[in-house]
């Protein structure tokens, strides 16, 4: 038989690439001939740029760019000059893990590299950009960013608003220059969140505390955002609100979608369809996915339960495999997959498992017995029919 394995990062442990080549590693141990296909995957987050790399014929591009601080970082970005097409992942410019703990600050963190590293892309020639949502430290509405493009913002006494702190004061801008660099240019959203810009459910609410945010500085971030949909929505006639995932990169997708009549995409179905899965998974007997947590959002249309309907459309059973489970096999029995393990074993704190070296240990030995118990019982299978 064959094996699919595609797996999405284990974040702040494994990627893509890591956790699917300790799984080829556990098969091997039980049959050093199967045949393994490896798949990098991602669904607009950290990886983005791996996972589309053979399907769009990608080379790298290094930008020296700011980070959500301000600092210079070297930024990379994947782009087919002879196609006129990039990937940019918004982590690779003001990604949180990129900023250590105690220097998170969500008031001041801006995505002013994001803006960059869309600019560097349309004078190198791209006419088409996917823009992966995923993993940022900000929360400024795109704000940084729109001013790296070319934005200018005033506030009331016709002052130039450069310092997000300020977004509330802004009351009229000037898109001249930015829609000039972004005319003829297509923006493509890749996400795997629906957030509204605003609200309870919003950039703010949902994703401002993990990037630093104190309660407090949720209530300021939120209503900074509402100011700034209001501008937008003067300025363009789009309402971000409205805007499906308007809210994801802490409000970059909504920016994007009003000053760049940006279209939005689910990362999984874009990864999967580029990259011929559709397709291709009726050719393989057993396919496994995962990711670093299994559990309800992974039902919500994630890319490991994708990949599991592909599975169930063709027949092909689709096991998973995360760094935890916590989705009872009842559930998980209305769904595509055929089952969900977790690659901890015995007692061990978060921390301990998420080392990588650690997980990929962990991970190699849980494919293994997977692998082995479904070979015994395709074999069983073949017994008794003969």
């Given at each position: ?53 053979h ?10 760019v700011?980070?959500?601080?301000k ?14 097409t ?104 890749v ?7 605003y ?65 939005y ?67 998980l ?54």
């Amino acid at each position: 038989m064959s094996v699919l394995v595609a797996l999405d990062s284990f974040k702040g442990s494994l990627t893509s690439e890591q956790a699917n080549q300790a799984v080829k590693d556990g098969i091997r141990m039980v049959n050093p001939n199967e045949r393994i296909d490896l798949l990098t995957v991602a669904d607009g987050g950290e990886g983005t740029v791996s996972a589309l790399r053979h399907a769009l014929q990608l080379e790298n591009r290094e930008l020296e760019v700011l980070d959500s601080r301000k600092k210079q970082v070297m930024a990379m970005y994947g782009i087919n000059r002879q196609h006129q097409t990039a990937v940019i992942e918004v982590s690779a410019a003001c990604g949180l893990p990129q900023v250590p703990i105690e220097e998170r600050n969500a008031r001041l963190a801006t995505s002013y590299g994001v803006g960059q590293l869309i600019l560097d892309a349309i004078k190198e020639g791209s006419r088409t950009i996917y823009v992966g949502l995923g993993g940022s430290a900000t929360t400024d509405g795109g704000f940084g960013m729109l001013r790296a493009l070319g934005g200018i913002f005033f506030d009331a006494k016709q002052k130039e608003v450069t310092n997000v702190e300020n977004l509330h004061s802004v009351v009229r801008s000037d898109l001249c220059e930015l829609k000039k660099r972004l005319e003829d240019t297509e923006i493509v959203l890749v996400c795997d969140v629906e957030n509204p810009f605003y609200g309870e459910t919003g950039a703010a609410y949902v994703y401002a505390p993990q990037k630093g945010a104190t309660q407090e500085d949720v209530l300021l971030l939120d209503e900074r955002l509402k100011h700034f949909a209001k501008l937008m929505e003067r300025d363009t006639g789009v309402d971000v609100q409205l805007c499906v995932g308007s809210g994801a990169a802490g409000g970059i997708a909504g920016a994007l979608y009003a000053y760049a009549g940006a279209k939005y995409t689910s990362g999984a179905e874009l990864v999967l369809s580029l990259n011929d899965v559709p397709e291709r998974i009726a050719n393989y007997a057993l396919v496994i996915s995962g990711e670093g947590k299994i559990d309800e959002q992974t039902l919500n249309g994630k890319l490991p339960l994708m990949i599991g309907k592909l599975g169930a459309k063709e027949q092909i059973p689709v096991v998973l495999l995360g760094g935890s489970v916590n989705i009872s096999f009842e559930k998980l029995q209305h769904t595509s997959v055929l089952a969900a393990h977790s690659i901890a074993s015995g007692p061990m704190s978060l921390e301990e498992l998420m080392k990588p070296k650690v997980a990929y240990e962990h991970l190699k030995q849980t494919a293994a017995h997977c692998y082995a118990t479904f070979q015994a019982r395709k074999e069983g299978n073949n017994d008794s029919k003969s």
